[in-house]
């Protein structure tokens, strides 16, 4: 069965460095997401991605953020400068439409020091 | 002020004791609402869509069914292996796209 990878699992940087996480969506899914959980809170929207494109994101993807699909089957979220606050669970999702169920990633799990 | 509020925050069950969890909701143009479990340290695993009033979805020991204003997420004889965090997230349009908005979800122990 098909699914969606992350990596690496874990990543442990030091505040102010850059950071990158890599997914591979399901091969046939056209939209794109990534979403973050801190520690003990719900899980939530940072930004959406389609036809080479942001096409949502949320307040919490500032300029810090930023996303790229460099080729047919890599999508990646780069944080430029580390924050403390940075420190949570990165989940990418990906899905064939819009409205349609949403299949996550394993997660990575990143740790600002 | 939350659109998805989940109910109980966390659920203690014997194998075999049946239950429900609660998904509430208050978005408008309700676009489909997703059931995910979580286990610790890893992302959320499908579990059901539900797009209209009256819809019902069946998985095993797991049913799902759809109000105009929440959800249940029903655990029929409910094994130790059916311990997890249960995630419910609605679907309305913002903006050209579906957005899925989370609740904080129920944590679920069943006992053996």
């Known amino acids: 069965e098909p699914e969606v990878t992350q990596t690496p699992s874990h990543q442990v940087t030091q505040m102010g460095q850059e950071v990158i996480l890599r997914c591979v969506p399901i091969?046939?899914?056209?939209?794109f997401y990534w979403y973050r959980q801190i520690l003990g809170q719900k899980v939530e929207f940072l930004v959406s991605?389609?036809?080479?494109?942001?096409?949502?994101k949320s307040e919490i993807f500032d300029d810090q953020f930023s996303v790229e699909r460099p080729d047919g089957s890599n999508f990646t979220l780069k944080i430029r400068s580390t924050k403390l606050e940075d420190s949570a669970m990165y989940f990418c999702?990906?899905?064939?439409?819009?409205?349609?169920?949403?299949?996550f990633g394993p997660g990575t799990r990143l740790l600002v020091l | 002020e939350d659109q998805v509020t989940q109910s109980p925050e966390a659920l203690r069950l014997q194998e075999g004791e049946s239950s429900s969890l609660n998904c509430s909701y208050t978005?408008?143009?309700?676009?489909?609402l997703f059931w995910y479990r979580q286990d610790p340290g890893k992302g959320p695993e499908f579990l059901f869509t539900?797009?209209?009033a009256g819809e019902e979805k069946e998985k095993e020991r797991l049913k799902a069914t759809l109000t105009k204003k929440e959800s249940f997420l029903h655990i029929t004889a409910p094994k130790p292996e059916d311990s997890a965090t249960y995630l419910c997230?609605?679907?309305?349009?913002?903006?050209?796209?579906?957005?899925?908005?989370f609740g904080r979800g129920t944590s679920l122990i069943v006992h053996p």
């Open positions: 978005v408008s143009g309700l676009r489909g």
């Open positions: 997230a609605v679907q309305a349009k913002t903006g050209g796209s579906y957005i899925p908005t």
């Open positions: 539900l797009y209209s």
């Open positions: 991605f389609y036809n080479n494109e942001i096409s949502e």
């Open positions: 999702a990906s899905t064939m439409a819009s409205q349609e169920t949403q299949y």
């Open positions: 091969s046939n899914h056209l939209y």
